[in-house]
Nanobody, 121 residues
């Protein structure tokens, strides 16, 4: 059973920083692309950042220059460093990963449970 577990969310003042982590656990062969999404109630889920296994990364225009995605393949973990946070960054942030559970399996999609980020004074 593969699980993605996020941590690092919380309440922060505008202009502050948070670092989210997403760790994959369980039995699997390899993790490929990893992404961070966010969602506000009543709105569509938004892709915030993505990173390939080789480290090629991209960020949404709304967070470019403020957020940075990274990963540590040896720890099966992806991070989202969030700086200069704004109230409009308030959302539930979720991790998504594509991975193979074995050397012969096809790619499967997994989601974490999400972590709340609230930016408010």
């Amino acid at each position: 059973q593969v699980q993605l577990v996020e941590s690092g969310g919380g309440l922060v003042q505008p202009g502050g920083s948070l670092r989210l982590s997403c760790v994959a656990s369980g039995s699997f062969f390899r993790i490929y692309d990893m992404e961070w999404y966010r969602q506000v109630p009543g709105k569509q889920r938004e892709l915030v950042a993505h990173i390939s296994r080789a480290g090629s990364a991209g960020h949404a225009d709304s967070v470019k220059g403020r957020f940075t995605i990274s990963r540590d393949n040896s720890k099966d973990t992806t991070y989202l460093q969030m700086n200069s946070l704004k109230p409009e960054d308030t959302a539930v942030y979720s991790c998504h990963a594509e991975l193979q559970t074995s050397t012969t399996s096809t790619l499967a999609q997994y989601w974490g449970q999400g972590t709340q980020v609230t930016v408010s004074s």
